[in-house]
């Protein structure tokens, strides 16, 4: 998979019979429809997703990138609480494209949310050590 900021090749990465897309140039991270949900121990398959989808596209300067997976601009969205972090989302409900400096962030706060299930904190605990990529309060 090429990455849609760096446009070079991404790693897979395994983690809990999950395969994510990982830039080491840029560090971010694709996740496809529901691994989220998976790594969070969601109840419920691709809610980030719609819920996203659902909101609406947010206005920003930031250019708009292709998905890595269909090839049509990714819309703009947020996730998370203050501060929301903008994010990339495939309009076909694919996938999630987190960032470098966002995933740490993403983790943290959706970690501590009702909808992730018991084993978040550990997610967010890989996440931070694997990527490197701790949050701004950090």
Known sequence: MICPVCRQSMLDIEYNNIELDYCEKCKGVWFDAGELEVLLESEKPDIFIREMLEKGEVRCVEDKRKCPLCAQKMKKSTLGQEPEVLI???????????????????????????????????????IEEMFKAKSKDN
């Open 88 to 126: 990339d989302v495939c309009p076909r409900a694919e996938g999630i494209w987190l960032d470098g400096g966002e995933v740490g962030q993403i983790f943290k706060q959706l970690g501590k949310q009702p909808k992730a299930g018991p084993g978040a904190q550990k997610v967010v605990e890989f």
